[in-house]
């Protein structure tokens, strides 16, 4: 298949399309900056998600479109409302539209569990949004998707909007973390490839017009994650926490608002948590040895 990844250049996105281009579609990344995991054989388009003409450009000839592209950081997205609705509303609905136009076969929709909570602010309304778009698209013009309802992924390529990439980082740099929680808070995590590799399974003909969930099989509070990562770093890293949920992020569960129900997702292998966050570690600390990376304080 002939498949477009928006948002291909970003952490998620460039692992989603190498996923793709090893089962042997054709991949094309559209993104707002040139991949630096741009792969042999993939095309890069570089343009704005919210330019309906070159989207639509982009879409002609694919037969599927992974919609990753979008303002992903809840602090962001808090910090800049009315950014968040036009590039993640606005841009889905030119995406949604060329996707009509083109006769795409599938669309495949990157939202979040917070779409069921409370929590998550501007970026949860927007994907919410963004669901019951597509669900619209579907039942007028007959447009097949899947909703893909990620987790907390952590993993290479992750940059300091990425909550255990920071935590590494600053563990690594000062042998200390920041951690602006209770350690209370409880999250699933899942390690981006599987997240992509699963991502490439949804293509199957029973995803079809389905909510799937990817939040993995780690379930486990903040606090044991740093206690995790206290342990694999020799036990010599102090632990800080700031006594208050981050704002706009879940404690225990994102499980409040039910829009649609969703079937979750797993492989037989997977990434354990211990042996993903070593792998990063071992990244983040090569990385920077060579570039004198300066962590920031963290936060989930």
């Not at 669901?131 to 039942?139: A, F, G, P, Q, V």
């Not at 890293?237 to 404690?251: D, I, M, R, T």
């Not at 492989?267 to 792998?279: E, F, K, M, P, V």
Request: charged share 20%; glycine share 8%; aromatic share 8%.
């Amino acid at each position: 298949m002939k498949i477009i990844v928006t948002g291909g250049s970003g952490f998620l996105g460039s692992h989603i399309a190498d996923a793709l281009s090893a089962a042997g579609h054709q991949i094309i990344i559209f993104d707002r900056a040139k991949s630096q995991w741009l792969r042999t054989g993939q095309t890069m388009i570089v343009g704005d998600i919210l330019d309906s003409d070159v989207v639509s450009s982009a879409l002609r000839g694919c037969d599927a479109v992974f919609h990753l592209a979008a303002m992903a950081d809840i602090n962001e997205a808090i910090d800049n409302p009315r950014a968040a609705v036009e590039t993640n509303i606005m841009g889905t609905m030119n995406v949604l539209e060329a996707a009509r136009a083109q006769r795409i076969k599938r669309l495949v929709f990157s939202s979040s569990i917070y779409v069921f909570s409370n929590h998550g602010s501007f970026y949860r309304t927007t994907k919410q949004a963004c669901e019951n778009l597509i669900n619209d698209y579907h039942k007028h013009y007959g447009l097949e998707f899947t909703v893909l309802r990620f987790g907390s992924l952590y993993g290479p390529r992750a940059d300091r909007s990425n909550g255990v990439h920071r935590v590494l980082s600053q563990a690594l740099a000062e042998r200390r973390i920041d951690y602006y929680g209770t350690g209370d808070e409880v999250r699933e995590y899942i390690h981006v490839l599987d997240a992509a590799a699963m991502a490439v399974d949804v293509l199957a003909p029973e995803f079809a017009n389905q909510y799937v969930h990817l939040t993995g099989r780690e379930r486990m509070t903040s606090r044991d994650m740093l206690y995790m990562i206290r342990e694999i770093m020799g036990g010599d890293v102090e632990l800080n926490f700031g006594g208050a949920s981050p704002v706009g992020h879940y404690q225990q569960t994102p499980y409040n608002y039910t829009p649609k129900i969703g079937r979750r997702m797993m492989r037989n292998t997977y990434i354990d948590l211990g042996l993903g966050i070593l792998d990063c570690l071992q990244t983040i600390d090569g990385y920077r040895n060579a570039n004198d990376l300066q962590p920031t304080k963290s936060a989930d």
